[in-house]
């Protein structure tokens, strides 16, 4: 048994510390906003924070999750940049199917969270990692910056 | 997929089992939406449920996968039946008659068709149901229900009198539903028409949509599933001693796709699935490769094959041309892959079955469950998550299929999830095809002859036989005509079995036949010496939504104005779905990489229920086209899918994302779909601007500089 800390709160979690976190989070703790997409940290869908950075869960054994800080979809809004970030994704209509959604946020909170005022090659850098088939790229960039001006 | 002239509800009811997992769907959905709800709320109709509390639940019987039906859908129900759309709750309705894709011929998402075939039922649905709440108050209060009107969920009466819907509901859902209901005229509406914020949003940015993937029942385990990897194999002997050792798992299950691994855990599962050690017969297709496939593909242009078009006399203004124009047009195999992979939930028992996910096609998922588990329709429960992306590949019903299998073997709900790997190495694939054309040029530039050959694997042949006839698939020969006054046209197509199976993927054969008539059209503009968008207008005295749409796009993109060096345009012109659509695209080709600037959409789809979600569609199309245009490209070796995941099948990430500006035609024409032709038209806008810009035509999907 381990104790694992997701969005501030302590979580006893009883799974192999090979375990990637992606799936202590979905199955172990049935916190299903992280997504599987591709299980080889090509499509961005189960980013999540450590510490505060943008981390690929799929490829991230539950081992190295212990002892920091994680931040979920379902925390992210918790904290100052992931609220622009929603709120600009909600002014918007960003998402479609909306199954990478929590992963776009992910990253574009962290994103926020390091550079409050990004350029579009700041977004590139910071979101090429994050695949979206139903092709909701212009809508994300838009969100980044109206989330930058305050939302 | 196309608009079925008729409609073929019959000929589904009476399809069968064919090749590659297709099942019986004859099945009759039971009509149950009396029973299928709790008691503090009175089903109306089988669209509105009103609580006590004077919540309204509309049911949305189209599959949510990102088009927007879960807002366009109830937003006319909600019109009609005034009540706050804001509040509304939307739930995805059971497999049942009611739902009925009239269009389609059965309850089934795809075609573009929710919109249009929802866009008189749903406000019929509602009104009616709001005549039935007036009706239950005016009974109340002994008044004449022509007395009082509705609005915002409450019936107003004379002298003041007042009733919640939530109040009247039960009494509402006792009497006979009119027959006939009085619809508001457009200039009334609040809802319809207007570029609203979507309702699924909320729960979509803050993890909290449920998709297939996300669903958990009491008790219910987790499979991971070994399948052939040559589509179609067999296991032959399966070593199962080291997974059955392995932490968590449960069982080890022979289906008839292969060996499922059920544990504890999905990570559990999938790492005992990988110790398997299983011997396959890989069957018929161990040796396919793709050479293959378009050998069989190209010999196939020189069969008869089916006559879909012929108009005057092709070989006489052959002969006759000043100039011929000659290209043959080849696209590769595509995959689905939908972000949210193939996965699915059953829990099969004695004498009932519930079955959970993602699914775009209910009513197939009904027949293969009661073929499966012996169960009447009756005893099976189908719910309808929101779909992680569908793009016609949720609308086979395989991987819902090994999960009732596997679920019935062991007794106990389970989960099965696939991986990626999975996912792109056993999708139902985009045919591949070869379309070769000719054309004939008189002495002014004129084309005086049109002649297209299509060779390709029918998607309907495999899951809809009946809907083949006389060698013609109806979902293969869509857009396959030209929309240019062209004298003498012959145009046709031949089915071929590649070995591959194949699916319907998002446009479905629009992609191919406007990939090559567009290119086409574009090469005959060149060899007349002509400019590609003046070339098309000529042709177009008799087509004026074409027309309009192709100058609009033209126009809005500065066609003929100078660019900045290493830039060119390239324009393209289709309908699909009953929408109408130009596009102009703006590439370059720096350092050896083909760059789309931007993008200039003119478009007709008549009225619309919500231009915002309009937008996202023309949107995410772009970028869907972008896909197969510059990367899709499934090949196979040895009977095997090579492409495993997203690194070897890329998708566009933002950093190419080219600026896209949607210029939408004011119309009262009867709606278009749009989910689906911005996707095809791209490629050839595209392939005509790299033309411009090299000088060398791309004729072979995806497109390179080499």
């Known amino acids: 048994m381990a104790s694992l800390n997701v969005n501030g709160k302590a979580l006893e979690v009883n799974a192999d510390p090979n375990t990637p976190l992606l799936w202590v989070l979905r199955d172990t703790l049935g916190m299903t906003g992280t997504k599987f997409g591709c299980g080889a940290q090509l499509c961005g869908a189960c980013t999540v924070h450590l510490d505060g950075q943008p981390v690929r869960s799929c490829g991230t054994p539950l081992s190295a999750a212990l002892g920091k800080k994680v931040t979920t979809i379902e925390g992210v809004g918790a904290t100052p940049a992931g609220k622009k970030v929603q709120a600009a994704w909600a002014a918007l209509d960003v998402p479609q199917c909306g199954y990478c959604q929590s992963g776009q946020i992910m990253s574009a909170s962290a994103l926020l969270a390091s550079k409050p005022n990004p350029s579009d090659a700041d977004i590139d850098a910071a979101m090429a990692g994050n695949i979206c088939r139903c092709g909701t790229y212009p809508r994300i960039r838009a969100a980044i910056h109206k989330a930058a001006k305050g939302a | ?706």
């Not at chain 2, 509402?172 to 009085?182: D, F, G, I, Q, R």
């Open chain 2, 1 to 706: 997929m196309t608009t079925l002239k008729n409609p073929a509800r019959r000929s589904f009811l009476k399809s069968s089992a064919a090749a590659g997992g297709a099942l019986v769907i004859g099945v009759a959905l039971p009509l149950r939406f009396r029973e299928a709800h709790a008691a503090s709320e009175s089903a109306v109709n089988a669209w509105v449920r009103i609580g006590g509390d004077n919540s309204v639940t509309i049911l949305c019987a189209r599959s949510e996968m990102g088009q927007g039906v879960a807002m366009a859908l109830p937003t006319l129900v909600a019109e009609e039946l005034e009540v706050d759309l804001g509040k509304v709750k939307v739930e995805f309705a059971p497999p049942g008659e009611a739902y009925i894709n009239s269009m389609l011929g059965a309850q089934l998402t795809g075609g573009s068709t929710s919109v249009r075939d929802g866009w008189e039922k749903m406000r019929v649905a509602g009104a009616q149901a709001r005549t039935m709440l007036v009706a239950a108050a005016a009974d109340k209060w002994g008044v004449d229900a022509a007395k009082c009107h509705a609005k915002n969920g409450m019936v107003m009466g004379p002298g003041g009198k007042k009733a919640t819907y939530g109040s009247l509901a039960e009494a509402a859902s006792k009497l006979t539903p009119p027959k006939e209901v009085a619809l508001k005229d457009p200039s009334k509406w609040r809802y319809a028409g207007k570029p609203l914020k979507r309702l699924d949003t909320a729960a979509k940015i803050h993890g909290k949509a449920e998709y297939g993937i996300d669903v958990r029942l009491p008790g219910m385990l987790f499979a991971s599933l070994a399948q052939c990897p040559v589509i179609g194999g067999k296991v032959v002997n399966v070593d199962d001693a080291k997974a059955k050792a392995m932490p968590g798992v449960k069982h080890v299950v022979k289906i008839t796709d292969g060996v499922a691994v059920v544990a504890d855990s999905w990570w559990q599962a999938r790492q005992a699935r990988d110790a398997l050690n299983i011997t396959w017969d890989e069957g018929p297709n161990k040796a396919l490769n793709s050479e293959a496939v378009f050998k069989t593909l190209a010999a196939g242009l020189s069969k008869p094959g089916a006559t879909i078009k012929k108009q005057g006399d092709v070989a006489a203004a052959m002969g006759a041309a000043a100039k011929k124009v000659e290209a043959t047009y080849e696209m590769p195999f595509l995959s689905h892959s939908p972000l949210e992979p193939m996965n699915f939930t059953a829990d099969v028992r004695k004498d009932s079955a519930m079955l959970i996910g993602s699914i775009q096609f209910q009513q197939l998922a009904m027949g293969m469950a009661t073929q499966i588990t012996g169960l009447k329709p009756e005893q099976i429960t189908i719910k309808t998550t929101f779909l992680g992306g569908g793009f016609g590949r949720r609308i086979d019903c395989d991987y819902m299929a090994q999960a009732v299998e596997i679920s019935k073997a062991i007794g106990a709900p389970v989960k099965l999830v696939w991986t990626r790997e999975d996912d792109m190495t056993h999708d139902f694939y985009r045919p591949a095809s070869l379309t070769q054309m000719n054309g004939a040029l008189d002495a002014s530039g004129r084309p005086t002859a049109l002649s297209l050959k299509m060779s390709s694997t029918s998607v309907t042949a495999r899951l809809i036989p009946p809907l083949v006839k006389d060698g013609v698939d109806p979902l293969m020969t869509e857009a396959i005509l030209v929309p240019y006054d062209i004298a003498n046209q012959s145009v046709g197509t031949v089915i071929n079995e590649t070995g591959l199976r194949v699916g319907y993927l998002r446009s479905v054969s629009h992609a191919l036949n406007v990939f090559a008539n567009e290119s086409f059209m574009d090469e005959m503009a060149a060899a007349a010496g002509k400019d590609p968008y003046q070339f098309r207008l000529s042709l177009l005295d008799k087509q004026p939504r074409f027309a309009n749409v192709l100058k609009l796009a033209a126009q809005k993109a500065g066609w003929g104005k100078p660019l900045p060096k290493g830039r060119a345009r390239g324009i393209a012109l289709m309908e699909g779905y009953e929408t109408y659509m130009a596009q102009v695209v703006e590439a370059s080709a720096e350092g050896g990489k083909i760059k789309v600037h931007r993008v200039v959409v003119a478009v007709d789809l008549g009225r619309m229920v919500n231009p915002n979600i309009v937008q996202q569609q023309l949107e995410g199309n772009i970028i869907f086209g972008m896909q197969a245009s510059l990367y899709g490209n499934i090949t196979l070796k040895d009977g095997r899918v090579e492409q495993q995941n997203f690194n070897t099948y890329q998708l566009p990430r933002i950093p190419e994302t080219p600026k896209i500006e949607m210029h939408i035609v004011k119309s009262n024409e009867k709606p278009g779909g749009i989910g689906e032709p911005g996707m095809a038209l791209f490629s050839p806008a595209l392939a005509n601007a790299l033309f411009a810009l090299t000088g060398k035509r791309q004729r072979k999907m995806p497109f390179s500089l080499a």
